[in-house]
């Protein structure tokens, strides 16, 4: 007797994937485009795609390269590699070369390879990216989340690493630190990274330091931990947050030399799976990396709309009585509406999934749940990912302002439009359960 072709597929399910989902970003981009679709009038604040265009001379490079077509190197093109290696040495103050480099179809997969390839266990904080956990689950790993409050500025504390670690010293661990955060904008100071540093390296703790939105950091001053820990530190990054092209899928992971071991094991790994990134892109972003001062006065600009954007949105969630912090970078929001959870429950909301939801129904504003950070399923913490609006007009009209001289609200308001009014709709829905 023959099973049922969906019962077939049940029972040989791989027990780490069933149950799975899509990625919660993922979904709501896809919902966000069926309602469009169907005439609804959305504003996606949903998925973390940046606004802005990729710098021109980057595109122009792409056009020069569009005839690549060999197979290229499993660890990235060698020039691509050198010029992130002096890229980091030059921003970061990040010693490494070449060999130290490996490039990926977006720092997504590289971070799932390095799961797969290293031993133990996964530590991330609360709130987190959504893809860590998942990732983790899907290998077989073991994931330990460490709650953050916003008392703490949602960031992970030396402390709580070290009380962690005690309870099994020397446990192989990758820890993952993201900043400036996704889903909360908010950073990392030099003391906090030098504490952590210094913990980690006393338990011996391997740390993956997502570093994506570094360059968009809104004043220009992030601060890399791979200085202060450089013996067990591997640094991710790419081009898809500062410099616009998320679509060209294209990461990269920095080693230090104790870790060239663990190199070669995800490359051995990328050999058999993707065998090698997309060769025009890589070609092109040789460009990104060499940088020059086109490509500076675009990421001035970037993080001068991000943060005039950034702020006036916190000044107007704060008018609705929700918890919430300034971005310090990237473009994300991560307001706490607990403080109307009355009025919320009289609505029948309860959880952050349904406030999401019930936003998205009444008002066309698609944003995602805190529960999909990693966060408990009855607090009512949300993420905006506040990029719907014309980036390349906001770029523009930004180059024609001093730069010494903020941008005002009345710029926000005339280039971002779309983002200030989805907050003003989120105010307007909020005031209407009195």
């Known amino acids: 007797m023959h099973n049922h072709p969906d019962s077939f597929g049940e029972v040989h399910l791989n027990l780490n994937v069933r149950g799975l989902g899509v990625s919660a970003t993922v979904a709501i981009n896809d919902r966000s485009n069926e309602l469009i679709r169907r005439g609804r009038d959305v504003i996606k604040l949903g998925l973390g795609q940046s606004p802005f265009p990729v710098p021109e001379s980057v595109v122009e490079a792409l056009r020069e390269?569009?005839?690549?077509?060999?197979?290229?190197?499993?660890?990235?093109?060698?020039?691509?590699?050198?010029?992130?290696?002096?890229?980091?040495?030059?921003?970061?103050?990040?010693?490494?070369?070449?060999?130290?480099?490996?490039?990926?179809?977006?720092?997504?997969?590289?971070?799932?390879?390095?799961?797969?390839?290293?031993?133990?266990?996964?530590?991330?904080?609360?709130?987190?990216?959504?893809?860590?956990?998942?990732?983790?689950?899907?290998?077989?790993?073991?994931?330990?989340?460490?709650?953050?409050?916003?008392?703490?500025?949602?960031?992970?504390?030396?402390?709580?690493?070290?009380?962690?670690?005690?309870?099994?010293?020397g446990r192989p661990r990758i820890l993952v630190l993201n900043y400036p955060s996704n889903p909360?904008?908010?950073?990392?100071?030099?003391?906090?990274?030098?504490?952590?540093?210094?913990?980690?390296?006393?338990?011996?703790?391997?740390?993956?330091?997502?570093?994506?939105?570094?360059?968009?950091?809104?004043?220009?001053?992030?601060?890399?931990?791979?200085?202060?820990?450089?013996?067990?530190?591997?640094?991710?990054?790419?081009?898809?947050?500062?410099?616009?092209?998320?679509?060209?899928?294209?990461?990269?992971?920095?080693?230090?030399?104790?870790?060239?071991?663990?190199?070669?094991?995800?490359?051995?790994?990328?050999?058999?799976?993707?065998?090698?990134?997309?060769?025009?892109?890589?070609?092109?972003?040789?460009?990104?990396?060499?940088?020059?001062?086109?490509?500076?006065?675009y990421l001035v600009r970037s993080r001068r709309v991000l943060s005039a954007l950034g702020n006036l949105l916190t000044r107007s969630l704060e008018k609705t009585g929700a918890d919430i912090l300034p971005p310090e970078g990237a473009f994300y929001l991560f307001p706490d509406f607990s403080p109307l959870r009355d009025k919320l429950r009289r609505k029948g909301i309860n959880t952050s999934v349904e406030i999401c939801e019930k936003l998205l129904d009444d008002t066309g504003v698609a944003i995602l749940p805190g529960s999909a950070f990693s966060r408990p399923a009855d607090e009512l913490t949300a993420r905006l990912a506040y990029v719907d609006f014309d980036g390349a007009a906001a770029l523009e009209a930004a180059g024609t302002v001093p730069e010494g001289e903020a941008l005002d609200d009345d710029f926000v308001r005339t280039h971002c439009g779309r983002v200030v009014e989805a907050v003003d709709r989120i105010g307007d829905w909020l005031g209407s359960m009195e």
């Not at 569009?66 to 103050?93: D, I, M």
């Not at 070449?98 to 990926?104: F, M, T």
């Not at 540093?197 to 890399?224: C, F, M, P, W």
């Open 184 to 297: 909360t904008g908010c950073t990392l100071s030099h003391g906090q990274l030098a504490d952590i540093a210094e913990v980690a390296r006393q338990n011996h703790v391997v740390v993956l330091s997502d570093e994506i939105y570094g360059k968009i950091h809104h004043t220009g001053q992030h601060e890399s931990i791979v200085p202060l820990y450089p013996e067990s530190t591997i640094f991710s990054g790419g081009l898809s947050k500062w410099c616009g092209a998320g679509g060209w899928r294209l990461g990269l992971f920095v080693f230090p030399k104790s870790l060239r071991w663990l190199l070669d094991a995800m490359a051995a790994v990328a050999s058999e799976t993707f065998t090698s990134t997309s060769a025009p892109i890589q070609y092109a972003a040789i460009r990104a990396f060499q940088g020059g001062a086109d490509i500076d006065r």
């Open 65 to 169: 390269n569009a005839h690549q077509k060999a197979y290229l190197p499993v660890k990235g093109l060698y020039e691509l590699r050198e010029a992130v290696a002096e890229h980091h040495r030059r921003t970061f103050g990040i010693e490494c070369t070449a060999d130290e480099v490996l490039i990926g179809p977006g720092s997504k997969e590289l971070m799932f390879l390095l799961q797969l390839a290293y031993y133990g266990d996964l530590v991330i904080s609360s709130p987190s990216w959504v893809s860590y956990a998942p990732q983790a689950q899907i290998i077989g790993r073991n994931i330990f989340v460490l709650p953050t409050s916003i008392e703490s500025n949602w960031q992970l504390t030396a402390a709580q690493l070290e009380e962690f670690c005690a309870k099994d010293h």
